[in-house]
């Protein structure tokens, strides 16, 4: 399939300006386009921190990150099997040991974490991933990250 990029921040809408009231003229309707980046794959055995593939732009909102399961976890010894995501210099920077359990999506959200989402930085920040995972012999993950590109909110 073919595809076409965007340097972006992509926006659309039909009304790029506000002229006039609301009740005797047009509103602005223009909103920036959700973007989302995959990781590569993470597997049971990727126990030490690595970058996943995905770059997220400078001064971008972080919206979600999803965890997708492609192959269960098994046999941890009893130990949970927990996922760290972050940079380089912070591996748990964006999520911190979030256990996994056998499900197939999981969405994250916690207040800490959520609250680095706000904006990247000033500086493109490459996306680091560590597993803990006792001593699973399978398992594998996905991790899917949604962003407004130079939101730039503060």
Known sequence: ???TTFTGPIKAGSTLNTTGTAANGKMKNVGTVLMTQVTSKISHDDTSTASTGVVIPANSFIFGIEIYVNELFAN???SSTTLDIGTSSDPDYFVDGLALSAT???ALGSAAG?????N?????VEIYANMATGNATAGELFV???????ANVS
């Not at 959520?114 to 706000?118: K, L, M, Q, T, V």
């Not at 990247?120 to 493109?124: A, S």
């Open 76 to 78: 941890s010894n009893g």
């Open 120 to 124: 990247v930085g000033t500086t493109d």
């Open 104 to 106: 197939a999506t999981e």
């Open 114 to 118: 959520a609250a680095r989402w706000i």
């Open 144 to 150: 899917v990250i949604s962003y407004i590109q130079n």
């Open 1 to 3: 399939m073919a595809t």
